[in-house]
């Protein structure tokens, strides 16, 4: 079933794409039910997310879209991917990751995108093939929503940049790690890609502690 989050975040998209085929930063639309009352978010420009303060003219552009979608996203990839299918330790470690990925187009359902990870996750809960598509979701991708090399890599230089010395430094050392084809929470050891990315999503709230360990120290040695 189709949540009200997700059409809402699909019609934030395309408000998204118009303003950018126009050659418009911002498409501002009505305040009248957008802009909650005492104020709304602050879009905080094209160069980052929102961090509090009006919006005005109750302005929607391409960032407060993908933080929407991330926020759909990281609620119901919590709720349906659980136990030995969970893929991220919070929703808090979620946006913090989802916060890297591109947003994508509404009906993706594979590649590097927030999209492809909604759309697995509906896919999940509707024919109960989490094992499939909740490790989709992950921050590899597990080959559907991006490889995870690739993945692994885009998220290094964005979370622990000082562990290579470049992105071609990380797929080489990537190269030659091993695989389990699938990913989960409980991955937290080996000298594979999946114990890596574990570390890595959990850099976004310990940099100090799991860098290390998502560049190859023990435990993922």
Known sequence: M???NYLAFVLLFFIAACANL????????DTEGVQASGG???LGGSGGMATGGTASGGALNA????RLACETFCTDVQTTCTGANQVYTSEEVCRSVCGNFDLGRPLDETGNTVTCRINNVRQAKQ???????????????NGICGADCENYCGLMAAICPDIFASRVACGAECLKLTTQNTYNTSIIKGNDVQCRLYHLSAATTNTMLHCPHAGGAVPCQ
């Open 63 to 66: 960032v407060e879209a993908k």
């Open 22 to 29: 126009a050659g418009i930063e911002k498409a501002t639309l």
């Open 127 to 141: 024919n109960g093939e989490v094992q499939i598509h909740c490790p989709a979701a992950g921050p590899g991708g």
């Open 40 to 42: 709304g978010a602050s």
């Open 2 to 4: 189709i949540t009200r």
